[in-house]
C-alpha cells in the first residue's frame, strides 16, 4: 500500500460499477468517506459513471474471468492494502419461462450471477480472513426469496446467491467476517433493458397467461419501478456502519409483501401435510 495515501473508512471492491445499482453503490461508497475499487467488463464506462479521485480505483473486471479477477484483487491490495466489504453486484437476468430457456442462455447466466461471484468471493476472503475482519455483501433479489413465472432460471441463480450466502454467513461469523445478501424489489434501473436481460428467443404459446404476461410487462414497467436506487445505494451504506448487520435485507416495500405472502404460504402448506411429513421417520416407542 501506498504510505502517502490518505486513511480511507473503509475500502470496498464492487462488481458490475459501470451503471444500475453497482455505480450508485460505488458513488454512495466513495461520499461516505471511504475508498472504492470499482470494476466492471467495461472499465471505460465506470471512469465515466464514476469519474477520478484518490479515492477510487477503477479496473476493468468480467467475474467470469479467474485471471481477471485475481488481477483485480492483486490491484485492490497494492493501492489500499486491505478490503473491507465486498460487494457482488455484476449479474443480469433471463427473461422467459424455464422451457422456454435455451442451454446457452442459462450457461451464460450462471457462468456470471453464481460462478463469477464465487470466483470473486474465492479471491477476496483470504484477505478477510487474514484481516479477521470484512463484509461479504451479494446481491440477491426479490425473486431470489419467491421464485415466479417467467423469470425461473434467473431465480434459479439467485436462490444459488441466498444459499451460498447463508453458508457463508455460518462459516465467516467465527473468524469475523460478516455476510449478507440484498433483496432488491423492482427499482427503477435499467435492469430490463436488453442491456441487462436476456429475453429467451422462444416463445411458447401454452405459457401465454404465466410467463407471457411478464414478457408484456416489462417493458411497460421498465424505469417506471417503485423502487429508488439512489436510496438503496444509501442503504447499503447505512448497512455497513450499522453495530449488528443482518444475513438477509430486504429491501423496497414489494419485497417485503413478497416475503410475507410466500411465509405465510410455506406455513399453511406444511401444517397441511404435518402428519405426512412427521410419518416418514423410523418409528420410535413414543411415535410407533
Do not use: C
Amino acid at each position: 500500500m501506498n504510505p502517502h495515501l490518505p486513511q480511507f473508512k473503509r475500502v470496498w471492491f464492487v462488481t458490475g460499477a459501470s451503471r444500475g445499482l453497482g455505480a450508485l453503490i460505488a458513488k454512495a461508497a466513495l461520499a461516505d468517506g471511504n475508498a472504492v475499487v470499482a470494476t466492471g467488463r467495461n472499465v471505460n464506462a465506470v471512469i465515466e459513471r464514476l469519474g477520478d479521485a484518490p479515492a477510487l480505483l477503477t479496473l476493468p473486471l468480467d467475474v467470469t474471468d479467474a485471471q481477471q479477477v485475481h488481477a483485480a484483487v492483486a490491484a485492490a491490495i497494492d493501492k489500499f492494502g486491505r478490503i473491507d466489504v465486498l460487494v457482488n453486484n455484476a449479474g443480469f437476468g433471463l427473461l422467459g419461462a424455464v422451457e422456454e430457456s435455451s442451454d446457452a442462455d442459462v450457461r451464460r447466466i450462471f457462468e456470471t450471477n453464481v460462478f463469477g461471484l464465487l470466483s470473486v468471493t474465492r479471491a477476496v476472503l483470504p484477505i478477510m480472513r487474514q484481516q479477521r475482519a470484512g463484509h461479504v455483501i451479494n446481491l440477491s433479489s426479490i425473486v431470489g426469496y419467491q421464485a415466479a413465472a417467467g423469470v425461473g432460471v434467473y431465480s434459479a441463480t439467485k436462490f444459488a446467491v441466498e444459499g451460498i450466502t447463508e453458508a457463508i454467513h455460518a462459516e465467516l461469523k467465527p473468524l469475523g467476517i460478516h455476510a449478507t445478501m440484498i433483496e432488491p424489489g423492482f427499482f427503477r434501473t435499467d435492469f430490463l433493458d436488453r442491456s441487462s436481460v436476456l429475453i429467451a428467443e422462444e416463445v411458447i404459446a401454452d405459457y401465454a397467461e404465466t410467463s407471457g404476461k411478464l414478457r408484456e410487462l416489462a417493458p411497460v414497467i421498465n424505469h417506471h419501478q417503485p423502487g429508488d436506487p439512489a436510496r438503496l445505494a444509501a442503504a447499503v451504506v447505512k448497512l455497513v456502519d450499522a453495530p449488528a448487520v443482518p444475513l438477509r435485507l430486504p429491501l423496497g416495500t414489494d419485497t417485503l409483501k413478497a416475503i410475507g405472502a410466500k411465509n405465510a404460504y410455506v406455513t399453511t402448506e406444511t401444517e397441511a401435510w404435518r402428519s405426512l411429513a412427521e410419518s416418514t421417520d423410523y418409528p420410535t416407542p413414543s411415535n410407533p
